[in-house]
């Protein structure tokens, strides 16, 4: 045998220098694997909200939308258990609860019995919770993540409903149904028992000094107002204040925030409706987006129950108005047609591909680490 000359020598050095060097990588993955589910979920539903509603709003913009910034985008096949063509109701479910459902069943399964939701996931693992929307808080998408009731039309029930959980923070409309009731029950005054504090104005949110109380934002009778009449920052201000409010709750938080508007101007036929409420939600989704590139933690989800008004950017090189394009819609209601889930921050990756809307659920159930 004779003795390792000097280049052996050197090549042992760096065999036992890199050997080190991988049970190094080795012993830090686990921790990588960790990192990669986030504390917090926002998802974020816009209504009737397919990619001609966004196209169109990128075509007339002026500048960078907040769509531009994720890196992750899959398509969200969103029937219903007994139409090709969801509603609101078994959409917001779908992906509340993870099962497919019939169209105007809020947090219920086929055969009526209530479904966990994963808002109700989050409350029991001590996470913080909340909601916004544009429309009546009882409306069928936030009244998914919260209430169990047969069908989408019983505001009055899915308003008690609000009561048998422990909801941090809920901001919208819906007043009349929490006030004004058949039972002659005033939840208002229920909930303000319960430690919450309830603002009935938007003077009173943008004023609101974050007391150790829950939050009831109840800020008109039925819905808020459209983009085109007066409803200015309600939606990115309300983002900013339910995360500023949430992000407390070191456990982590789930919030839902809808952009309920986008859908109406779909039935309305009203391309100027849609552009007006997607770019208002496009803002909101910046400020989700920026916090969570600050936190670090936190993923942001943002996609739509369905697709509404068969919406196209039609038009020919001759036509010169908007550039050439003519918005054209096919139905006053909604669409089969898939729908974009846009993702970003950590499990970002797990959204790309084809895949059922229930599917959204069993990922953040997956990414929270929650025992169902
Ligand atoms: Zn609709």
Redesign the pocket.
């Known amino acids: 045998m004779h003795k390792p000359n000097k280049k052996m020598k050197r090549n042992s050095t760096i065999l036992s220098l890199s050997l080190i060097l991988l049970l190094c990588i080795s012993s830090f993955a686990p921790s990588k694997k960790m990192d990669a589910r986030p504390t917090n979920i926002i998802l974020m539903i816009g209504?009737?909200m397919g990619l001609s509603q966004i196209s169109y709003s990128l075509l007339t913009a002026t500048q960078k939308m907040n769509f531009e910034r994720f890196n992750y985008i899959g398509f969200s096949r969103t029937s219903s258990s007994n139409h090709k063509i969801t509603?609101?109701a078994a959409g917001a479910t779908a992906m509340s609860c993870g099962r497919k459902t019939y169209n105007g069943a809020i947090g219920v399964f086929t055969n009526k019995q209530p479904m966990t939701t994963i808002l109700e996931l989050a409350e029991k693992n001590g996470l913080a919770t909340g909601l916004v929307a544009t429309c009546d808080i009882t409306h069928a998408t936030p009244a998914a993540f919260i209430a169990h009731q047969p069908s989408r039309n019983m505001y009055q029930e899915i308003a008690k409903d609000f009561l048998a959980t422990d909801i941090d923070l809920f901001l919208g409309g819906g007043l009349d149904n929490f006030n004004k009731r058949k039972d002659g029950d005033d939840l208002t005054r229920q909930l303000r028992v319960r430690n919450y504090d309830v603002l009935t104005s938007l003077a009173e949110l943008w004023n609101y000094e974050p007391k150790n109380k829950k939050v009831a934002g109840l800020f008109a009778p039925k819905h808020l107002p459209k983009m085109q009449e007066s409803r200015g920052d309600y939606l990115p201000f309300s983002t900013n204040f339910a995360i500023d409010y949430l992000k407390k709750n070191k456990k982590g938080f789930f919030l839902m925030i809808e952009g309920s508007q986008i859908?109406w101007g779909g039935?309305d036929n009203d391309a100027e409706y849609i552009r007006r409420e997607l770019n208002d939600f496009d803002i909101a989704i910046g400020k989700a987006l920026d916090f969570a590139e600050l936190n670090g933690n936190t993923l942001v989800i943002v996609t739509a129950d369905h697709e509404?008004g068969g919406f196209a950017l039609s038009g020919n090189e001759d036509d010169k108005t908007q550039d050439g394009i003519e918005p054209k819609f096919i139905t006053k209601n909604?669409t089969a047609t898939m729908v974009p889930v846009f993702a970003y921050g950590p499990g970002a990756s797990k959204f790309t591909g084809i895949y059922e809307n229930t599917a959204i659920f069993d990922k953040m159930v997956e990414l929270f680490n929650f025992s169902r």
Do not use: I, W
Request: net charge negative.
């Open positions: 209504d009737g509603d609101s859908d039935h509404t909604h």
